[in-house]
């Protein structure tokens, strides 16, 4: 166990700063202020970045920190901000380690004692959940599916009984393709498609499933949030399934009460329905 106290001046610190995902009024007092202090930045697109900070006048060194660079360029940050260099952690738009690359720093950070503080901004996940008219309390955030549609339809046939709110981000070019994959393994559920977050062109469509053929897909453009509603309905399973998962619990330590409650919750069954079947 680690305890690293953020502002504690015995642990060096390494700065995630949320970026506008569209609006430049997004971009707080809090996180233009840090980025003047930093010795230099990290950035997924560093021409993407240095195009930002032009129009707050910031001039900073910026170096690429991405997908495929990741591992040598976060152990790079480490060896830097472990000499006493001031950094912070940016990504295109939005949080830095939400669909985008960060984490891999952050575990290495923590490995070396370096505190992380988040600097707090714009996300399009959440401006699309509490806009979606649809249940906020309990959500599951997925992100990209899966290019391959086999894979796809793999990962939402194991999100399928979630009952949850599930929200996906998607390409404009595979929107299409997507929503019907969505469709084909959800079914009839509501959903809200969003696009173009705090820009001019903000654009929200609400709708069911099956009325997805009616969207002009060549109209849509910019990075897509799709909000879907969870699963309301208790599938039917049949008695050796349900005594099968409840067995699969209990075998990995669980008490039969216990693993009750989890085959419930996961696969949305009523716990009366499965009592009947496994005696207590």
């Given at each position: 166990?680690?305890?690293?106290?953020?502002?504690?001046?015995?642990?060096?610190?390494?700065?995630?700063?949320?970026?506008?995902?569209?609006?430049?009024?997004?971009?707080?007092?809090?996180?233009?202020?840090?980025?003047?202090?930093?010795?230099?930045?990290?950035?997924?697109?560093?021409?993407n970045t240095n195009d930002l900070l032009h129009k707050f006048n910031i001039s900073k060194k910026i170096i690429s920190?991405?997908?495929?660079?990741?591992?040598?360029?976060?152990?790079?940050?480490?060896?830097?901000?472990?000499?006493?260099?001031?950094?912070?952690?940016?990504?295109?738009?939005?949080?830095?380690?939400?669909?985008?690359?960060?984490?891999?720093?952050?575990?290495?950070?923590?490995?070396?004692?370096?505190?992380?503080?988040?600097?707090?901004?714009?996300?399009?996940?959440?401006?699309?959940?509490?806009?979606?008219?649809?249940?906020?309390?309990?959500?599951?955030?997925?992100?990209?599916?899966?290019?391959?549609?086999?894979?796809?339809?793999?990962?939402?046939?194991?999100?399928?009984?979630?009952?949850?709110?599930?929200?996906?981000?998607?390409?404009?070019?595979?929107?299409?393709?997507?929503?019907?994959?969505?469709?084909?393994?959800?079914?009839?559920?509501?959903?809200?498609?969003?696009?173009?977050?705090?820009?001019?062109?903000?654009?929200?469509?609400?709708?069911?499933l099956d009325e997805v053929s009616s969207i002009d897909f060549a109209l849509l453009k910019g990075e897509m949030v799709?909000?879907?509603?969870?699963?309301?309905?208790?599938?039917?399973?049949?008695?050796?399934?349900?005594?099968?998962?409840?067995?699969?619990?209990?075998?990995?330590?669980?008490?039969?009460?216990?693993?009750?409650?989890?085959?419930?919750?996961?696969?949305?069954?009523?716990?009366?329905?499965?009592?009947?079947?496994?005696?207590?």
């Open positions: 166990m680690k305890i690293i106290k953020s502002y504690n001046n015995s642990h060096p610190i390494i700065y995630l700063i949320a970026t506008p995902i569209g609006n430049l009024g997004e971009f707080s007092p809090r996180a233009i202020e840090i980025i003047k202090e930093m010795d230099f930045l990290g950035a997924e697109d560093t021409r920190l991405r997908e495929h660079n990741e591992i040598e360029a976060s152990e790079q940050v480490i060896k830097s901000v472990l000499e006493g260099k001031k950094f912070a952690y940016m990504s295109d738009a939005g949080y830095p380690g939400i669909s985008d690359p960060g984490s891999l720093l952050v575990k290495k950070a923590i490995e070396n004692n370096i505190a992380i503080s988040v600097i707090s901004g714009s996300s399009a996940f959440i401006n699309a959940l509490v806009s979606s008219s649809l249940p906020t309390d309990h959500f599951y955030f997925h992100g990209f599916l899966s290019p391959k549609e086999n894979d796809a339809k793999k990962e939402l046939e194991e999100l399928k009984a979630k009952k949850e709110t599930l929200i996906f981000y998607e390409a404009p070019h595979r929107i299409e393709a997507t929503l019907n994959l969505i469709h084909e393994i959800l079914g009839k559920r509501h959903f809200s498609l969003q696009r173009e977050l705090t820009k001019l062109n903000e654009e929200k469509i609400y709708g069911t799709i909000v879907v509603e969870g699963n309301t309905s208790e599938e039917e399973f049949s008695t050796e399934f349900i005594k099968e998962k409840v067995n699969f619990f209990i075998n990995k330590g669980l008490s039969k009460k216990d693993a009750i409650d989890v085959v419930a919750e996961t696969y949305n069954i009523k716990k009366n329905k499965i009592k009947d079947i496994i005696i207590l």
